[in-house]
């Protein structure tokens, strides 16, 4: 019970501590040990269907670092930080990433591949034949934000700093990172890394709606 009401207590702590980091210092870098565990928080996010449509870019190279600063409104978190992660959706997804998904679960759950027939089926019919209007790219990129919340709450348990940034221009970073060719498309991005000591950003209190007007208890 002590632990877990300790850990409730450290939960929201983090969560309080997290804010959009407008500048990182560049000479902080993310621990190669804390770093694989911000990797699986992407790799082990959930999506639809556990399809996974997606992938995460992380960028290191300074050169292209720099190279992606005027496509992202100037804003230079991007080569500040220490890590970039660019959120990508693959684009237009169609029967054969369904295939391959199967294939994965088939080979994961030691089962051959016929007896997902039917559950590769159902999800083929949803991306065909959806229930509803369906722009698949926009649905692609919903899973892709549930990655990128994942992400950031794991790097704030970790006393990591992140920034989710909407702010670039995806076209220009699917060129300079070459990512149209592989058949992916940026959606959204987070540099991650450590706040600057004098990030006045870091001062301000969050501004928030009151809990009783954003939760609403229908009983
Ligand atoms: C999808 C998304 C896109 C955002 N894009 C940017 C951005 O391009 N640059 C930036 O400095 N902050 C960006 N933000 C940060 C928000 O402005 C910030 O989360 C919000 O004001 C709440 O403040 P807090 O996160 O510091 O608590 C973005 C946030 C989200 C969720």
Known sequence: ????????DTVLQQLKWRYATKKFDPSKKIPDDIWKVLEQSLVLAPSSFGLQPWKFFVVRNPEIR??????SWGQKQVVDASHLVVFAIKKDVDDADVDRYVR???EVQGVPVENLEK???VVKGFLNNP???LDKNEWSAR????????????AAMLGVDTCP???????QYNQVLGLTAQGYSAVVVCPAGYRASDDPQAQRPKVRYK???VVDYID
Do not use: K, N
């Open 119 to 121: 559950f590769a089926q």
């Open 1 to 8: 019970m002590t632990t877990a009401v300790s850990a409730a």
């Open 211 to 213: 809990t009783e007007d």
């Open 66 to 71: 720099q190279a992606l600063l005027p496509h």
């Open 104 to 106: 994965r679960m088939a």
């Open 131 to 133: 229930p509803y209007p």
């Open 165 to 171: 940034m909407e702010g670039f221009v995806p076209d």
């Open 143 to 154: 899973q892709v934000y549930i990655a990128l919340a994942q992400f950031m709450t794991t």
